[in-house]
């Protein structure tokens, strides 16, 4: 089923895609505007410092919302309210582990590495073992790990864009993907901050759209809860803590909270917004407000859902082949609830777009300043560089890696969702052996350079076969019971014979919960390093305690009002 886009459609897009573009450009070359038209010019030299720190100049609102924005792409728009359609609010557990990660990182990793002085959170690894090559090795891994997720937030909108018109994929694909490039590497990190924070307002006034106008076409809150409740989809807790169940609390509640805490604690993106601020406290505020705004989110998200649910519950989408996938549902609602509002359509595509967009940018903006801070500038050649050919430099790289990341978008587009569900396997198996090489840094005095590189190895390749393994032995996962015993047309029954793949012996490991992929990688990581470490005389160095998590707080070296190290000094 496709809806026709219209006139108002395209002129929303084009307005959202405009303000995106222009505050990029904005605050790229706001100065350079300025002198244009005024008599009296003003001679101000841009510096690779004020392109990824935007000058330690940003409030915390802003920043706020730039990290809320960087952390929920399509993937939180599109695929947690099919989750909690087909498996119910189960997931909605995640919005109360989540909230505890910006805390982790704003009284942690955040105070540690600002007072280190360090640009990339790699170089603290690099002071941490006195090895680079164990810096370069956190690097790869999160270099390709980045590289995968900003393709595939390039790719999402393709996902939805099928339904409203006839266009091939590459267009999407190509619009994102330049988009995302141009005003990145233009504006900087204050462009990219800026621009999340329009983009985070777009996202969460759709997600409100859709309670209100859900809620009213069901009839009301009561017949909204009723219908939901028949439907078992509120099935929020449960305690059985048997590792083999796809979700129960303990997956969900631990699973998310560690993952989300390497976004938080050790991720380039999250240190960079750590330094956009002038001081420590401006800094943990931010990442305090995210509180609040990571339970917003993904309650908005939950409750979609619940939404879709409540309005399709006697007729699915799915089993009556109205649409491909769960993860066309929203966009099904917007075409059959929203088909007499012009624009809503438009709208829809604004918020996917927008979500795209923002996760994208800020992946390329950190992947650029991870290529010069840990692989160019340490070459005497760019060290000595004039100030104004490092910027292009480093402006250079956000084009190079929005290049990269694209046309690996359109490899995912063009073979299918076999390469994007291979592609979602290698990028989770790169989580926990980064976030447990900066564990093993940050937490164990008597972790060595050698222990640290074969433990995070280790982990790779156990993140690597369990994901790969799951991929390949397809465990079954039962999905909650819908209908179409109330759907108002015909449609042709498929006799499809479903085989339910109960894994026994040795493969059964591979139907363990998803959730519990990243405490897993990131357990084998740490205990695999450490026995390593010990064993090629780990307890034997001698490591200041600067280095060490908790010696670093018991010493209290930082105040409130510190200023924050700034890229480049």
């Not at 089993?319 to 809503?344: C, E, P, R």
Request: proline share 3%.
């Amino acid at each position: 089923m496709k809806y026709d886009l219209v006139l108002v459609d395209y002129l929303v897009l084009i307005l959202v895609f405009g303000i995106s573009i222009f505050i990029g450009f904005y605050h790229g070359l706001k100065q350079k505007v300025k002198n244009y038209f005024s008599k009296k010019k003003v001679v101000v030299e841009s510096s690779v410092t004020d392109y990824f720190t935007a000058s330690a100049s940003m409030k915390s609102v802003p920043v706020a919302f730039s990290l809320l924005a960087s952390f929920f792409s399509t993937t939180g728009i599109l695929g947690v309210p099919a989750e909690v359609y087909q498996y119910g609010l189960q997931y909605w557990i995640t919005a109360f582990s989540g909230i505890f990660a910006p805390i982790i990182g704003a009284f942690t990793t955040g105070p540690l590495f600002a007072h280190l002085r360090v640009c990339t959170v790699f170089q603290y690894l690099h002071l941490r073992f006195g090895s680079k090559y164990v810096k370069y090795i956190g690097t790869v891994c999160y270099l390709v790990k980045t590289s995968i997720s900003s393709s595939i937030f390039i790719y999402g909108p393709a996902v939805s864009l099928s339904l409203f018109t006839s266009l091939n994929n590459n267009y999407s694909i190509a619009l994102v993907g330049v988009i995302a490039t141009l005003y990145t590497a233009i504006g900087g990190i204050k462009g990219v901050i800026w621009t999340d924070f329009f983009q985070v307002i777009v996202m969460m006034g759709f997600l409100l759209s859709i309670l209100i106008k859900g809620i009213y076409d069901v009839g009301g809150f009561g017949n909204f809860f009723q219908i939901n409740s028949s439907g078992g989809r509120f099935n929020v807790f449960d305690f059985d803590p048997d590792p083999f169940k796809r979700q129960t609390f303990w997956s969900l509640f631990f699973g998310f909270l560690l993952s989300f805490s390497y976004s938080y604690s050790t991720d380039q993106q999250s240190l960079q917004r750590f330094q956009a601020t002038r001081t420590k406290k401006l800094a943990q505020r931010a990442l305090l407000l995210n509180v609040p705004g990571v339970f917003i989110m993904l309650s908005l998200c939950c409750f979609a859902g619940l939404i879709l649910y409540a309005n399709f519950a006697g007729c699915d989408p799915v089993a009556s082949q109205q649409i491909d996938n769960a993860n066309q549902l929203v966009g099904f609602f917007i075409i059959t609830n929203f088909k007499n509002i012009h624009g809503a359509a438009g709208f829809f595509l604004s918020c996917v777009f927008s979500s795209s967009l923002s996760s994208a940018s800020s992946c390329l903006n950190s992947i650029s300043s991870v290529l010069w801070e840990d692989y160019f500038k340490p070459f005497s050649f760019f060290k000595n560089m004039k100030e104004s050919k490092k910027l292009t430099t480093t402006k250079l790289l956000v084009v190079a890696s929005g290049t990269v990341s694209t046309l690996f978008a359109f490899m995912i587009s063009a073979f299918g969702s076999n390469l994007s569900q291979v592609s979602g396997s290698l990028n989770g198996a790169l989580n926990s052996p980064i976030l447990g090489l900066f564990i093993l840094g940050c937490m164990f005095k008597t972790t060595n350079s050698i222990g640290a590189a074969s433990g995070c190895m280790i982990g790779f390749l156990f993140g690597l076969w369990i994901s790969f393994g799951a991929y390949l032995t397809k465990p079954y996962y039962p999905k909650l019971n819908v209908t179409t015993e109330f759907c108002e047309f015909d449609f042709p029954i498929q006799n499809k014979t479903m085989i339910i793949n109960e894994l026994s012996g040795f493969n059964k490991f591979y139907s363990i919960s998803y959730m519990w992929y990243t405490p897993l990688g990131t357990l084998v990581t740490v205990c695999s390093g450490l026995i390593i470490s010990i064993a090629t005389g780990g307890l034997k160095q001698n490591i200041d305690d600067s280095f060490i998590l908790y010696k670093y707080f018991i010493k209290k070296k930082v105040s409130n009002e510190v200023e924050l190290p700034s890229l480049g000094k």
